[in-house]
């Protein structure tokens, strides 16, 4: 049984989908570059270029100083937490603790939405700085999004990122949802290394015990 156990678990790093209904995009490591173009990410396949393509969600250019769901769709697939409701509310860094559904739950603030339609957040709306609800430049954060998956379910989840405006070393580090359409609670996401540890303890201790 232990085998077994450490087997899945190292088959679950080795992919990025988890069983049930939460999809797991660990350490994806994707670097944001520092031009306008940036990156471009469907979330529910972990396809990015750094041209716009029509099953992309969202754009993330000059270093992650901007972020946008005008990602080469023809509609807007995808929504991240804003500070209110209009298309150019500044996105939200949603802390560990926060919750992400239709109404989104985010303690450091007193407004928390979704906009409709394309929209992006950058200057003069910055969402980096240092204030509640900002991003610090080079120190990891969380954007909370929606995004309509191909069964026709919008689902709720996080993305980990780090950004550093006008600057190369931008870094969209892995994102989590769940694909029941639930909402999903702000955690770190689970490292593949983690779970390949876990897997490779569990052989290791079954060895010895044999």
Known sequence: MKALLAVTLIALACTPFAQGAIAVFAD???????TFDGVFVDLETGTTDTAPFSAADLNFFFGGAG???DAGGVVATSQFVRSGTGFLDMALNVPVGSTI???????????ADFSMGF??????????GTDLGQFESGERGFL?????????TTAYGVI???????????MIHGWQY??????????PEPSTSLLLLLGIGLCQRRRRSS
């Open 28 to 34: 994806q490591d994707i670097p944001i570059p520092n």
């Open 67 to 69: 972020i946008s769901n």
């Open 101 to 111: 559904g239709p109404e989104p739950s985010v303690f450091s603030v007193s407004m």
């Open 119 to 128: 929209g992006a957040s950058g200057s003069p709306n910055g969402h980096l």
């Open 144 to 152: 909370g999004f929606s995004v309509d998956l191909d069964s026709g």
């Open 160 to 170: 980990e990122v780090t950004f550093t405006p006008n600057m190369d070393g931008g």
């Open 178 to 187: 769940d694909d029941s359409g639930a909402a999903v609670d702000v955690i």
